[in-house]
């Protein structure tokens, strides 16, 4: 059984930055492979970045990438997603997921979490 808990939102200044971790209390972390979405008000579920079991393949959106990076510590049971460089635009509450195969599709996932906001201001 995979249980996942978000943290590290909060509220930013545009250009800054922020690191979420999203730990798995399973034990089966290590074979998932791991997503981060994001969901704005009033606005659809959007995905942000995914990474292997393993960690050797990762998936970035082009809003995000080259200020987004997705990383996972596999001993820890936990993934991060460190942003930088950070947009009022970017402000949703962000989501991990964890599902069998890396893939950028929302609905092929198993595992939520509850999810934590990220607030940037202007």
């Known amino acids: 059984q995979v249980q996942l808990v978000e943290s590290g939102g909060g509220l930013v200044q545009a250009g800054g930055s922020l690191r979420l971790s999203c730990a798995d209390s399973?034990?089966?972390?290590?074979?998932?492979?791991m997503g981060w979405f994001r969901q704005a008000p009033g606005k659809e579920r959007e995905f942000v970045a995914a990474?292997?079991?393993?960690?050797?393949?990762?998936y970035i959106a082009p809003s995000v990438k080259g200020r987004f990076t997705i990383s996972r510590d596999n001993a820890k049971n936990t993934v991060y997603l460190q942003m930088n460089a950070l947009k009022p635009e970017d402000t949703a509450v962000y989501y991990c997921a964890a599902d069998q195969e890396i893939t950028v599709r929302a609905g092929s996932y198993d595992y939520w979490g509850q999810g934590t906001q990220v607030t940037v201001s202007s």
């Open positions: 399973g034990r089966t972390f290590s074979g998932y492979a």
């Open positions: 990474i292997s079991w393993s960690g050797g393949r990762t």
